[in-house]
């Protein structure tokens, strides 16, 4: 009972934090000084789902929310609401049930920051689940200089990168330059997990 009662804890803070990733998306929007119309344009994402993804009323995938994020040159853990970086403090610590998380509707995946303090060190910690038989779909390139690193912790990962795929297994790990399309699948039975850690040359 108690493992169940920290589940649904757990599931209740995601769907919170999913439900402010719209009111980000808003705001950022407005301090941009864009109209729905525009950034539509800049995201090829339809007003009508941009307008529904503002109000709260549709939860986007990862590939709408990447477009989405890209758009407003933003990162997607600013729209999903990453904890405020702390100015002090030799030590922060983030527990597992505070983690900002995103979750697809349509294919389960799920991306936790596992950051304490996003931007201290220019680098970000993710950790993405993918289920049986799911992948991302091909998500836009970030700005030149960003790099990914990946680690495998369980499961098997296909990366697709500038044409070329990489399969990897429970241990394995991968350096990208992520300024190109890039896609994430699980092409197996079983969940896979996987650290990523997102860092931005200057």
Request: aromatic content about 4%; charged content about 20%.
């Amino acid at each position: 009972m108690v493992e169940q009662d920290r589940d649904a804890a757990e599931s209740q803070h995601g769907d919170d934090l999913a439900g402010a990733f719209g009111g980000n998306v808003r705001r950022r929007r407005e301090e941009a000084g864009l109209t729905l119309e525009q950034l539509s344009a800049q995201s090829s994402v339809s007003r009508a789902m941009l307008s529904k993804v503002e109000r709260g009323e549709k939860s986007p995938t990862i590939g709408v929310a990447s477009r989405i994020a890209h758009a407003l040159d933003v990162s997607l853990s600013d729209l999903i609401g990453a904890p405020t970086a702390a100015v002090s403090g030799v030590a922060i610590a983030l527990r597992k049930k505070d983690r900002p998380v995103f979750r697809d509707p349509e294919t389960g995946f799920e991306r936790h920051i596992v950051s304490a303090a996003p931007g201290a060190g220019g680098a970000e910690v993710i950790v993405h689940y993918l289920p049986a038989q799911v992948s991302t779909g091909l998500l836009p390139a970030y700005p030149p200089g960003t790099e990914k690193q990946i680690v495998v912790l369980e499961g098997t990962l296909t990366v697709a990168i500038g044409g070329i795929s990489e399969t990897l297994n429970t241990g394995d790990s991968l350096f990208v330059q992520a300024d190109a399309e890039h896609g994430f699948a699980n092409r197996t039975n079983a969940p896979c997990e996987y650290i990523m850690v997102i860092s931005r040359r200057t």
